[in-house]
C-alpha cells in the first residue's frame, strides 16, 4: 500500500535561513505528488505538484520541490523563509487505484526572529 | 469564485444530538471528500465520493453517514454524537483522478 511519510513533526528556523521539509513516499509506479500549507485556522492550499516532466517544479509563495526516484522523495525547499510562512506542511501522494490522495502527518514550521 | 464551502464554522453538540455538516462547491468537481484532523494525527479520510449518487467508506467511517445526492453536495452526518467525534472537520473536492484537492474552511465542532 501507498504511504507518505513526513520524518520532522516539528522544525524551527530563522527568519531568513533557508528550508527543506522532508517527503518521503511508497509507490510502486511514477508518483502523483502534492505539498499542501494549512496556515492556523485555515484550509489547506496547493502550493505545488509533480505530474511528469522536470523533477524540479515551482510553487506559490516562493517554494519549489524536487522529485527524486532513486530515493522516493520530494523534498520542499524556500532559500529563505519569511515570518508569514509559519504554518503546517502537508505532502500526499495520489492513490493511483483508490481515487484517493495519501497524506504524511505534517510539518509544523516554526520561524524564530 | 466560491470554491468549497462549509457551513457552519464551529457547533457545539451535546453526546447524542444528532447533526449535519454540508459542504458545497461550484467546480463542478466530480469527487468529494470528508476528513477530520485532530492534533497529531494529520488529516484522516472519513467517506468520499467519486459522483453523484456514490458514496464508499473512508479509514476512519464509524459514527458518520454520508450523501452524495446533488454533484456539487456533500453531506456528512452525525447520527449521535460521541466526545471522540470532537474534531476539525474538512471537505474537499478534486476534478476527478491525479488533479489537485481543493479545500473548505474547516468545521470546528466541540461535542460536550
Known amino acids: 500500500a501507498q504511504s507518505v511519510t513526513q520524518p520532522d513533526i516539528h522544525i524551527t528556523v530563522s527568519e531568513g535561513a533557508s528550508l527543506e521539509l522532508r517527503c518521503n513516499y511508497s509507490y510502486g509506479a511514477t508518483p502523483y505528488l502534492f505539498w499542501y500549507v494549512q496556515s492556523p485556522g485555515q484550509g489547506l492550499q496547493l502550493l505545488l505538484k509533480y505530474f511528469s516532466g522536470d523533477t524540479l517544479v515551482q510553487g506559490i509563495k516562493g517554494f519549489e520541490a524536487e522529485f527524486k526516484r532513486s530515493q522516493s522523495s520530494f523534498n520542499l525547499r524556500k532559500p529563505s523563509v519569511h515570518w508569514s510562512d509559519a504554518a503546517e506542511y502537508f505532502c500526499?501522494?495520489?492513490?493511483?487505484?483508490?481515487?484517493?490522495?495519501?497524506w504524511g502527518a505534517g510539518t509544523k514550521l516554526i520561524i524564530k526572529p | 469564485n466560491a470554491g468549497v464551502t462549509q457551513t457552519p464554522k464551529f457547533r457545539v453538540l451535546k453526546t447524542g444530538q444528532s447533526m449535519t455538516l454540508l459542504c458545497a462547491q461550484d467546480?463542478?468537481?466530480?469527487?468529494m471528500y470528508w476528513y477530520r484532523q485532530d492534533p497529531g494525527m494529520g488529516l484522516r479520510l472519513i467517506h468520499y465520493s467519486v459522483g453523484e449518487g456514490t458514496t464508499a467508506k473512508g479509514e476512519v467511517p464509524d459514527g458518520y453517514n454520508v450523501s452524495r445526492l446533488k454533484k456539487q453536495n456533500f453531506l456528512l452526518g452525525l447520527e449521535s454524537a460521541a466526545p471522540s467525534q470532537t474534531s476539525v472537520y474538512f471537505c474537499a473536492s478534486r476534478l476527478d483522478a491525479n488533479t489537485e484537492a481543493f479545500f473548505g474552511q474547516g468545521t470546528r465542532l466541540t461535542v460536550v
Open positions: 467546480m463542478n468537481h466530480e469527487y
Open positions: 500526499a501522494v495520489e492513490d493511483g487505484s483508490n481515487y484517493q490522495l495519501i
